[in-house]
């Protein structure tokens, strides 16, 4: 009997070769069978789907149907699996059905959705492409190629989003670098948000700086300090003679000519490059990037810091901001930070002395 043949031997009796053809007979049945209890359980509903797949998967394991008809049994499993969101499964179900029959235009169809789904844009289009060749006018096919055309549309712009983010952030590390300026962790984000430096097209930086006012811990910030302005420019600016008097200077301490400005000597931490790009993409389209390829990225940002024997150290109001920053005992906590104080306070010994330090500020 054909049933007790070796793997691979071929029959040689009239009676061999009927029972193959009996036994391939009842598998094809049963093929064919369980692909239409398949498609009678996905016609029942999204409870039937799981068996759906299963029938499906025993007409395939039968290995008794055509290529042409394995192509559909395959596309139906797609579809399902399309259904139930197993969007990678349905991609390759779909895949296996264009391989054993390329003009199969459901299965086609069934590659473009599982592609679009899973954001494989090239894929969904050459699928798509391949789809329309085959059946030029089908509708389905033409709202699939708009969806994709948008879509990779979309993504470009993004992309050229993040790239234009990322060279941005590149060139203020090199300018920082250039400069030799030592970058900190952010400090006092309550108050400047993700306001960041920006170089223009000379190559000169302009920052945002806050000025704290250490007494009560009042702010102002300057939205654009160009490097090379010197501070005496930005504090005429906002002199606090030509302004109502502060609610809380009820001595009328803080006139322009008591004030003084201060930044902490080597506060934080110098971050590696690779950080500081990271806090320069935050808020922006490359804000998810983990990883940036920029040579030495690991390296820390300037040089160490110097040992110093005063916590606080004065500005020179006629020196220009990038002759500050670039002070071997400056860090710079994301954008510059100076404390304005008023020799006419009360508060000023204590500052003098370093009885005072500024709050822990998010």
Known sequence: MALWMEAGSEPKTHNEIADLEAI??????????????????????????????????RAINQKALSNSENSIVYSNRAHVNLLLGNYRRALQD????????????????????????????NEAKSYCEKGLDQSPDNEELKKLAKQIDLKMSVHEQRQAEISKAVEAAEGLVSAFEHRGLRIGKAMYQELTGLKKPILDKN???????????????????????????????????ISLDDCPPLSWDTGKAYSRGAIELYYEAGSGVCLSKK??????????????????????????LGSV???????????NEKRTLHDVLKDPNMIIPGIPVFFAVSRKSSFYK??????????EIA
């Open 203 to 237: 190559n000169i930086l302009h920052w945002p700086v806050i000025l704290l006012y250490a007494e009560v811990m009042s702010s102002d910030i300057i939205e654009d300090f160009c490097e090379t302005d010197m501070f005496s420019a930005h504090l005429d600016m």
């Open 275 to 300: 950080k500081v790009i990271q806090s320069l993409l935050e808020g922006t389209a490359a804000s998810h990037l983990e990883n940036v390829d920029s040579e030495d990225k690991d390296v820390t």
């Open 24 to 57: 391939s007979a009842l598998k094809e049945s049963a093929a064919v069978e369980f692909k239409e209890k398949g498609n009678e359980y996905v016609k029942s509903g999204k409870k039937h789907y799981l068996d759906a797949i299963d029938c499906y998967t």
């Open 94 to 121: 779909a895949e296996e059905a264009i391989r054993l029959c390329p003009t199969n235009v459901k299965a086609l169809y069934r590659a473009v959705k599982a592609s679009l789904s899973l954001d494989l844009l």
């Open 305 to 315: 810091v110097r040992g110093t024997d005063s916590k606080w150290v004065r500005v």
């Open 350 to 359: 204590d500052f003098k002395s370093g009885n005072w330090a500024p709050p």
